[in-house]
């Protein structure tokens, strides 16, 4: 085979330039990968200062593992498999930390693990993006402290967590927009496709659009540069042709920053406040409607257990109801929003206030 010849040929002008400048190589360490679409394929014979080289198939270059069957199964594993030893530290944590230090260590040891280098291996499989939120989503559970039944908007927007794969369409725009301005090497430059506007004469409503080819493999059209100019041609032009990066940046990115009152209190009460917030309490309700109990009536004969009853209604928690309602007097008339989401009208400190109150209703009330 050709191939097989010229790498043999490139193995031996290698060893013959180690051997002048009085360098050594391990040829017992040396691998080879064959990266094809076919199955089947057949191995060249390599052999390096007359050892055969061994054909692998994966190999892990600049920490991304890559595959022989061009795909990122066996890197999404890896990246799981470090993941998920962080996460078991993080579990042991949950009780002993707030939800702002969790937060801070998710952001400075675990999402760098998930991120690195997602640019290049984005068009894994549904599979493999699934095992790495999936992960994401167990972490959410750990730094809000609400249950499995609990829903992933629920969990995404307790926590103030993104979708992993959000996060990695918006860092794929973010250094596509670098390639266009020139802000990385000129290889990557060179490798973008010409304007609509210069393969055609007439005035189109997508003129500032990159030129799209269609491929015949699935692999080629989710590869990073044809994936990113479909994103791209999407953005509207005011945002293409932001004056910086940071403010491109800005632009593309829309994160609902959580109150910082929902990070108030000791961890248990932080802790139940989030989940009678989120209906993922243990209030016969909520275990009702997630298909846990059968049936939803309170122990005080009332027919529905729910948030509201439990704040207002309920005949059992009479006297820590009035304790509650002294203490937010300045706050009358108290409704179920103001007491599970503070308002944004008020201040910082009235909505801490609310919140701790709250959460000492709900420690006096035994009830969990």
Known sequence: MEIETKINNDLVKIQNWAETWLVKFNPLKTEALLISNNEHEHVVDISFNNVDVEF?????HLGVTLDANCRWSTHIDNICKKVSKQVSILRKLKYLLNRQTLIKIYKSYILPLFEYCCEVWDGCSLGDADKLEKLNLEIARIITGLPSFAS????YSESGLEPLATRRTRRKLQLFYKV???????YLSTLLPPLVSENSHYNLRDANNYSLSNFRLHLTNISFFL???RLWNQLDLETRQSSSYLVFKKSITNISKVPYYYSVGNRKSNILHARLRNSC?????D?????????????CGHPIEDTYHFFFVCN???EQRIELYRNLNNFIPLDLQLLLYGSSDLSIEDNVTICKNTQKYILDSYRF
Do not use: G
């Open 56 to 60: 692998v198939d994966n190999h892990k």
């Open 152 to 155: 992933r908007l629920s969990l």
């Open 180 to 186: 266009t301005n020139h802000l990385t090497p000129n």
């Open 227 to 229: 994936a990113s100019i």
């Open 281 to 285: 309490s243990t209030l016969n309700n």
């Open 287 to 299: 275990l009702f409607r997630s298909h846990l109990i059968d049936y939803s009536h309170c122990q």
């Open 316 to 318: 059992n928690y009479v």
